[in-house]
């Protein structure tokens, strides 16, 4: 092959972004050259394009170099995968059972896959670098889920801290419209007990009326702080 060829030139690029993802510091460049790239392709994928479909097998693993990609379980989202280096479909290739969740282009993305299938199992080498690697992709996914723990704990605190602020700030408002109300429902009622002219009598009810209803605004504020 000549210096010109397209294929020494797209072997060229495969290695030296095989060499920047962080997953495979632990290779050596030689075990890169003659073992990972030739198992590797570089592919570009639109928008709505699927990498991995929940329930079928496969047998690759994709590296995000650069785009963006969604991840869905029974159709409900998951989470976003936009890090350069991010993988998915390790754990059907590692379980070999059929993938656990459905993977979706969200952005136009250029991405670095590597069939599993081509690899040379017979070599305890080969066997013992991917090992490796699974154990490097298992370590950095189970930080990346510990993040995102601590951060929905976070949040939730936050969640809480203001539910409970609400609930005191309702108890407050009930308790400061409840007395003058009861004062002024209270007045009403003596009133009504008293003489009044058939409109006098008419503009009490209507207070009445109007306090009572209040009040049961006033009640249901109070149940929410329960």
Known sequence: MTLGDPVLKRN???????RE??????MKDEFIEKTVAPITELKNYK???TLLKQGTLNKKLFFILNGVVDVYTDGQFILTLKRCGDICGEMSVISNRPCAATVVVKADSEIMELDITKLD????????????????IMTD??????????????????????AKDKRVYLGKVSHWVRNPLNFVAGSAKLLAETQLESEQ?????????????ILGVVDGLGKLTE
């Open 12 to 18: 060229e690029i495969l290695i030296e972004k095989l």
């Open 21 to 26: 993802s962080r997953f495979f510091e632990i």
């Open 47 to 49: 928008e709505g394009d």
């Open 121 to 136: 199992k017979e070599k305890d080498e080969v066997l013992l670098m991917f090992y490796k690697l699974f154990s490097v």
């Open 141 to 162: 996914k189970l930080a990346l889920t510990s993040h995102k723990a601590k951060k929905f704990e976070a949040e939730k605190a936050k969640a809480d801290q203001f």
């Open 201 to 213: 009598k008419s503009y009490v009810d209507m207070i009445i009326t109007g306090g009572d209803q």
